[in-house]
């Protein structure tokens, strides 16, 4: 894993690697980002048609949640075993905070994880063919291709290798990675949080100038296609 994930202007995710050795005899790793606070809009059906009804305050749970396996981890770890280290996505579900209280329902939780997995920042990738291990000797190397989120937000991520035996978490070991935002998306981010009326601003001249452009482009093409007699 290198240790920056820069984001440029045409930043599209990123292939990466992730490679290790265990004596264990399954391997987990998870990556997960800061703990995400984030208000969103409640749904509710009236007359067949979807609503906005309120608003809902989600927070301890992370921006995006990574978790690689060579097998299912309900066939080597108990689910109390599961909780504690946060290895799955039902673990982080219960784990939510939801506010108002009279809106903590399972089926707003359910609905977060679902909205978030749609994103490509909670996943769940397992089997062999996922982390790939070779014997050698004592040890097992293990290695993992993946490609990262291109929504996953700048921020400081975390990721564990847990290593497991005998029904348990054997031994973990974790790093830090950072996602940075670089050159012009760098400096639109830093315009939107220090001059905020100028990004609006800037913001709106871009949109009017993109309809131009796809305007000028459409009657272009339009009588090109056009031919009189």
């Not at 909780?83 to 399972?106: G, K, N, T, V, W």
């Not at 935002?181 to 601003?201: I, K, V």
Request: glycine residues 10%.
């Amino acid at each position: 894993m290198p240790p920056v994930i820069k984001m440029g202007t045409f930043y599209g995710g990123a292939n990466l690697r992730i490679s290790g050795s265990t004596t264990a005899g399954a391997v987990i790793v998870t990556i997960a980002g800061e703990n995400t606070d984030e208000v969103l809009n409640r749904k509710v059906r009236v007359a067949g048609i979807w609503i906005n009804r309120g608003k809902v305050h989600v927070s301890g749970v992370p921006s995006l949640f990574l978790v690689f396996s060579n097998a299912a981890q309900a066939k080597f770890l108990s689910r109390k075993a599961i909780d504690e280290f946060q290895l799955d996505e039902e673990s982080l579900e219960s784990r939510m905070h939801i506010e108002p209280a009279d809106l903590d329902l399972l089926a707003i939780r359910s609905a977060f994880i679902t909205m978030k997995t749609r994103l490509k920042v909670y996943d769940s990738f397992v089997g062999d063919d996922i982390v790939k291990k070779t014997s050698g000797g004592e040890q097992t190397q293990y290695q993992i291709n993946f490609r990262w989120p291109k929504k996953a937000p700048a921020g400081t991520y975390t990721l564990k290798a847990y290593h497991c035996a005998n029904g348990k978490v054997a031994a973990s070991e974790q790093l830090e990675f950072k996602v940075v935002e670089e050159g012009f998306p760098a400096w639109m981010a830093g315009l939107a949080q220090n001059s905020p009326l100028l990004y609006g601003l800037l913001a709106v001249i871009t949109a009017l100038l993109v309809g131009v452009g796809i305007d000028f482009l459409a009657s272009r093409f339009g009588r090109a296609g056009v031919t009189s007699h």
